[in-house]
């Protein structure tokens, strides 16, 4: 059994004398508060993100670790950094508020994904700033001084600067502008940041059974992961589609083969892998797996108004990403990341350009993703798959078939199985979500849009196993931000927006 440790900060702090704000006088505090201090927010944050985060530096992640705990604790919380042996530290804090009678529990995570500096117009860990982004024609400009205005079109590029380091920095010029507007905070409130988000999580919820008892009275999760909507637009996301897949390779020749003496002959496993796959899909985007879309559990009134009320972005996206049309008769967005997705991740069958050769190979692999929804289970979606396989014919094994397999069974599949997790959704009805919905629209306005899911994958489901607080997603970072990918960056008007937004959120009533 690993060693658990905890390391405390200071004591609990308890708001008193402080009046009490409703969300729109919070808001209006906030904005005037980053108004006057933006260049000190702008230099805060990107002293943070100055610190390299790569998920595998255990070294660096422990400096991530000891800076965020202080800049926390200077603002009130009573933090601890709670470890296992070997594993990144998960960071809590809270911050008790006398009278509250709710807790809010605020998820980010502070590790980042790695980076090949090569690819960056600067260093990573380096933050530089840009009057616009750079593929629109931004030129590097100065920090701005005290005084100095900021614009929102700005764009600071840094590793992490999207995800997840800019809910950090956005929360906490939020505490400090409720703190110089003498206004308290309306939720007891606890932090949770986690640093191996990008290796999976694979701790958390070992943390959260052996740190239980932090978490108990959790009213409210709120994550701070993820983009603002593609039309750019701020949105409240209530679930995020789960993830599993499998690797699947097929066979011909127990050895390569000159295709011009053997062709025609010698059955090629490019081609029987290329027949499966299109078995599984048809031209439209339609997964033709028998009881692929059975378990997929119904939206509810207010997904289907939330859908609806969604704003089109598909054609400019489409024009974006140079595509002509789109699945399903150019079904929206919105609506097809709400049905379970099977994906093909990667192909592999001998060399194609100038490294390819006359010949036939022994096998040709496919990794497949699946894309889970609220309703499907991860094992079972993958038995489904399989069965669809076998019944194409395949004789399906899980290591190498040897020559007697070979020579007994003419189409053979070796399936290796993936591990996943389910997706989450909650609902959008009751009164605390209506509350944190009625809280965020003085922030950002009617321009709120509440979608049901997200298309990526989080882990929720750990939070799901452990409470049955509802969750919720509040992303702030612009969209094209690059995330996991070169020269990242995050627009200054979506940093702002979130000290709007957690302003409200800490004061919602």
């Excluded at 009046?19 to 919070?26: E, F, I, L, R, T």
């Excluded at 097929?250 to 499966?276: C, E, K, M, Q, T």
Aim: net charge negative.
């Amino acid at each position: 059994m690993r060693k658990l440790l905890s390391v405390c900060g200071t004591a609990s702090a308890i708001l008193v004398g402080a009046a009490n704000a409703a969300p729109a006088d919070a808001v209006a505090a906030a904005k005037e508060y980053r108004q006057d201090h933006a260049p000190r927010i702008l230099r805060e944050f990107a002293d943070l993100l100055s610190l390299p985060n790569d998920a595998a530096d255990a070294r660096a992640i422990d400096a991530n670790a000891e800076a965020i705990e202080a800049i926390f604790n200077k603002r009130g919380f009573a933090m601890e950094l709670l470890r296992y042996e070997d594993a990144p530290a998960l960071i809590y804090g809270r911050r008790s508020v006398e009278g509250a009678t709710r807790t809010i529990a605020i998820y980010v995570h502070y590790d980042g994904q790695p980076t090949e500096d090569a690819n960056w117009t600067h260093p990573p860990f380096e933050p530089t700033l840009y009057s616009r982004a750079i593929p629109d024609g931004g030129k590097q400009i100065p920090f701005p001084e005290d005084g100095d205005s900021v614009n929102d079109d700005w764009r600071l590029y840094a590793r992490s600067a999207a995800d997840d380091k800019a809910p950090l920095a956005s929360l906490a010029a939020a505490l400090d502008a409720l703190e110089a507007a003498d206004m308290a905070l309306t939720s007891n409130i606890v932090l949770v940041f986690d640093g191996e988000e990008e290796r999976g999580s694979p701790n958390l919820d070992a943390y959260l059974a052996a740190f239980g008892d932090r978490f108990a009275d959790v009213d409210l999760w709120l994550f701070c992961d993820g983009p603002t909507h593609q039309s750019g637009r701020p949105q409240l996301v209530f679930g995020v589609r789960g993830v599993t897949g499998l690797e699947v390779t097929v066979y011909g020749p127990d050895r390569g083969l000159h295709s011009g003496h053997y062709g025609n002959w010698a059955p090629g496993p490019g081609w029987r892998l290329a027949r499966l796959l299109a078995s599984m899909k048809d031209d439209q985007g339609q997964v033709l797996v028998d009881d692929f879309y059975a378990s997929t559990a119904p939206l509810s009134d207010a997904d289907e108004a939330a859908l609806a009320a969604t704003p089109g972005v598909d054609r400019d996206l489409r024009r974006r990403f140079g595509l002509a049309a789109s699945e399903a008769d150019n079904a929206p967005l919105a609506e097809r990341i709400l049905l379970p997705a099977l994906n093909l991740k990667g192909l592999k069958s001998a060399e194609v350009g100038e490294a390819a050769r006359n010949v036939i190979p022994p096998s040709a692999t496919a990794s497949i993703g699946i894309r889970l929804v609220k309703g499907n289970d991860p094992e079972a979606m993958k038995d489904l798959v399989e069965a669809h396989i076998a019944r194409q014919g395949y004789h399906i094994v899980r290591e190498e078939p040897d020559r007697r397999t070979r020579l007994k069974h003419p189409l053979i599949a070796k399936v290796t199985r993936e591990g996943g997790y389910r997706a989450v959704r909650s609902s959008m009805e009751g009164d605390l979500v209506e509350g944190l919905i009625a809280a965020l629209k003085t922030a950002a306005g009617d321009d709120l849009i509440l979608a049901p899911s997200l298309g990526g994958s989080l882990p929720l489901y750990i939070f799901e196993d452990v409470s049955e607080a509802p969750i919720v997603i509040l992303p702030i970072a612009n969209f094209d931000n690059n995330q996991h990918a070169a020269d990242e960056n995050l627009r200054l008007g979506n940093l702002f927006y979130g000290v709007d937004a957690y302003a409200a959120v800490l004061t919602m009533e």
